[in-house]
């Protein structure tokens, strides 16, 4: 590699720290490769109230990804607190004086409302499950009454673990979830369930590739992972493509079938039921707080049985059969922030030593997809949803994220480069100059757009989305990022993870 490449870029490597982190994670984190430093953007706070993934659908024949309006949330910020409609409606009735000492017993509520991601609540006794028009959940008699149903609780929730994000909750439905005082009748069971009851939405932002695994089915993984199977799940807004599109995590996870909440007039009971999803950081868990002490390697493992998946290892040059060669997957984008110059990506690729696949992920048919992705050791794509697909990947195979112009670093680690090492996979960034970005065809050069991008990000999350997301396309200098693939290959023959 020459001089010159060495001084036009940054290669920084270290060890994936930690994944539980509640402050803002620095790029130290990450493996990276930059491109020209004169370009490249440093690691100072982008000031976003809102991050970047949703989804649009489009009729019954066809499904559209693309960056979509969601409020960034963090733990140590004041915009986690959940909005009036999502706040507790009754407090716990004080002053039980059944013990003989006089003193009131402390009693855990039914909720858990104070993650700034997710409200949870878990229940124990004679719950009744009441969907269709009534949408609510009632507590008759708590696991820990003392001969009477001495509780007056009244919570309103939706189930799905991005609360702070108010374009994501006003598509999720609302329960009501009680545990009435006195003698207040309750309605009788229609269906009576040996096994307990998850009950959560799928509506919010799925449909896009990175909420569905950030926001329901790593969440579904760590909240009925412990149940191993033995559990009930009740959906609620449920879509009947989703419910298909997933249906192996589904069914891994869950040995029922699933009740459809919204439409089905019958009363559930159960013994244990848990409303909401648990979450943490989007794509990751935290294996200190996760029940069982489950890892994100744990569903990884879920992920490849349940899409019966056959690579667990990269390729590495020791061992292979001679002649073969690393596999390559360009992710082609088909709308926003797509490679225009896609073919002489894959002829340069080709002439670093790889054999290059180029796809689109597939909307609908996620198994096919997914196979494509673990036969392959390096995956190459512009920043978004389809990334998320390195969920597929096998242990050790190398990310290289395409960042493009706009001040992006801080969602890009936290979105992608820090999971995708938190599944055991190398990461590499390349952060594109302006040549390489089409905005240069539609703002002069000393436009703010490329000498101020934080002055884009102040004016809100729609300036900075339809300039930086939709606007922009990619046309790579392949001279320029030759080296970043050169050094995926000279990693790919360093074992890293055991």
Known sequence: MSSMVEKNKRIQLSEYESATRESKPTRSDAIEMHGNASSAESASEVPFEEDNVSSTKNGSDGMEEEEGISRLCESSSGNCKPENDREVLETLTAGDSSESDGAAPERKPMCDFSDHRSDVCDMEGDIRVIGKNLSSVMLVTPSDHKGSRDRNESWQIRPYPRKFDDSAMAKVRALDLTSPHGDREAPRCTVNHAVPGILFSTGGHSGNCFHDFADVLIPLFQTAGPFQGQVQFIIADRQGWWMHKYRPYLMKLSSYDII????????????????????????????????????????????RSAYSLERDRAWAAAGEPPGKKPRLLLIARGGTRRFMNLEEVVGMAEGVGYEVVASEPDFFDVGRFARVVNSCDVMVGVHGAGLTNFVFLPTDAIVIQVVPLGKLDWIATNFYAEPAMGMKLRYLQYDISVEESTLKEAYPRDHQVFKDPESIHKQGWFKLRDIYLKQQNVELDVNRFRPVLRRAFELLREKKYS
């Open 260 to 303: 459809d909440y919204d439409n089905d007039d019958r009363v559930h009971c159960f013994k244990h039921a848990v409303v909401g999803l648990r979450a943490e950081r989007d794509l990751m868990i935290d294996p200190a707080g996760a029940p069982e002490g489950y890892s994100i390697m744990d569903f990884v493992r879920l992920t």
